[in-house]
């Protein structure tokens, strides 16, 4: 049974500035983002260039945290947000929704797409393989804070772990490395994989979606469930709610795209 290190969540200072880990997972993930994205670029993907690139960064960063921040207070803790209004801004405190970020890159998508007069299906199976790891720099962001713990597990489980925040003492799964290897760094091979040999537009950003969905879907079961919100219907996690209709509209869309082609 394992003790979790106890991380300081400052990196780095640089003057007064604080960089903590979290948002330095943060920087990394875009980096690689834009790193494979100028891979796929010199591959001439369907006309998609560097300064496309360069602005679906600026407007995918914008959409991950704006989306994730309003993600967080209107699917997780409305009732609070609405009467400390100006908490909204503190993002500093912590509280990012995984799948507010998705619908806030999802939208500026659409702005983008819109805005290039390209079609959003082009756009997104371009994105869809160079977003699976900065979930996974993400989620070891989690883990050196020490958040985000998983559900009571067997003290006989070699990787098991004690989180001293949790303040039970009791071992735990660490479901931030869970979430890391299948919504990370297995995603991105599935989907990379995938993504090499041209696809029917369309299909690749359904893939990604039904596999985002059923990794968070399944690593839920090992997570603990937010004490304010514990199990909903059917003993699921707010977090497995919100990923059902992420699977059935990528699958939907993988079909959708293969059949069009066939």
């Keep these: ?29 875009f980096t690689f983002f834009y790193l494979l994205g100028l891979y796929r670029c010199r591959q001439e993907w369907r006309g998609i260039t560097k300064a496309n690139l360069e602005d679906l960064l600026f407007v995918g960063m914008v959409g ?29 405190q912590g509280g990012m929704s995984a799948h507010g970020g998705f619908i806030g ?36 962001g989690n883990f050196i804070n020490g958040e985000l713990w998983g559900r009571v597990a067997s003290a006989d489980l070699p990787w098991s772990m004690i989180f001293p925040q949790a303040g039970d003492g ?8 869970y979430e890391a290897t299948l919504e990370g760094l297995v995603l991105f091979f599935v989907v990379w994989i995938y993504s090499i040999k041209k696809r029917p537009a369309g299909a690749v950003s ?26 909903q219907a059917l003993d699921l996690s707010r977090g ?7 699977i059935i509209i990528g699958a939907v869309l993988w079909i959708w795209a293969c059949r069009r082609k066939a």
């Design 170 to 177: 009791v071992p735990r799964h660490p479901s931030q490395l």
């Design 1 to 29: 049974m394992l003790v979790h290190p106890q991380f300081d969540p400052i990196a780095v200072h640089v003057g007064p500035l604080a960089v903590h880990w979290y948002g330095l997972m943060y920087l990394i993930g």
């Design 240 to 246: 497995q709610w919100l990923s059902l209709p992420m």
């Design 206 to 231: 359904g893939l990604f979606l039904f596999g985002y969905g059923l990794a968070r879907f399944v690593v839920e079961f090992f997570r603990e469930p937010d004490s304010y919100l514990g199990l």
């Design 64 to 92: 991950v945290i704006v989306g994730g921040r309003l993600g967080f207070v209107l699917l997780y803790q409305p009732e609070y947000y609405l009467t400390h209004p100006l908490e909204i801004f503190a993002v500093w």
């Design 105 to 140: 890159v999802i939208l500026a998508l659409f702005y983008f797409a819109w805005r290039n007069k390209k079609s959003i299906l082009t756009v997104g199976d371009f994105v869809a393989p160079l977003v699976p790891l900065g979930f996974f720099f993400g989620r070891l």
